[in-house]
């Protein structure tokens, strides 16, 4: 099912080259992302924007990132228009935080009584998901796990290290985001 909402910009359907993410002036935990001739709130990780990303610090990584993949909640929203390549999340589905595990920084399928950060989760932080390549090529024990562009908090509150907005921004995002898209965040 296809979702209809307007693109970031009118009659440019090409992904987006660029998005640059920026704390707000004296407030480390709140910011905007700029993409496409917009300004996007966003709630950032506890810890602010920390070039020195370490496992636990609730920072958000600073760095130049591109997205790999969507992952979405099929049971609760139609599947986004987007470039990026998309799977669904199942209640299978986690991601390996701790550091001493070999999947460590990696998407894992768990059973109900194993660890792992669950991507399908009762509220709808992670209904859209869009994973980046923060500590993945090399992947380096406690350079920081799961960080991800997903659903804000109705309070715009902190997030663990994450970059989070509102859904209909999610939805426009996705529909001018690509593989090749460069995320510049700080």
């Known amino acids: 099912m296809e979702s209809h909402y307007p693109p970031m910009a009118y009659g440019d359907?090409?992904?987006l080259s660029l998005l640059r993410v920026r704390a707000s002036a004296g407030r480390p935990t709140r910011g905007w992302l700029l993409a496409g001739g917009r300004t996007i709130p966003v709630a950032l990780g506890r810890g602010g924007i920390r070039a020195n990303k370490f496992e636990g610090d609730g920072g958000t990584p600073r760095g130049?990132?591109?997205p790999l993949r969507l992952w979405?909640?099929?049971d609760r929203w139609p599947r986004p228009r987007t470039h990026l390549p998309v799977r669904h999340i199942t209640a299978?589905?986690?991601w390996c935080e701790d550091p001493t595990d070999r999947h460590y920084n990696?998407?894992?399928q768990r059973g109900p009584n194993e660890a792992g950060d669950r991507l399908k989760r009762a509220d709808h932080l992670y209904d859209f998901i869009i994973e980046i390549d923060h500590n993945t090529r090399p992947r380096i024990t406690n350079r920081g796990?799961?960080?991800?562009?997903?659903l804000a908090r109705d309070t715009f509150g902190p997030t663990a290290g994450c970059v989070a907005?509102?859904?209909p921004m999610m939805l426009r995002l996705l529909e001018r985001i690509g593989p090749r898209t460069?995320?510049?965040?700080?």
């Open 92 to 94: 299978r589905d986690a």
């Open 165 to 167: 907005m509102t859904r």
């Open 145 to 150: 796990s799961a960080v991800f562009l997903h």
């Open 72 to 74: 979405w909640r099929a």
């Open 13 to 15: 359907d090409r992904p």
């Open 64 to 66: 130049t990132f591109h």
């Open 106 to 108: 990696r998407a894992v």
């Open 182 to 186: 460069k995320i510049v965040i700080g």
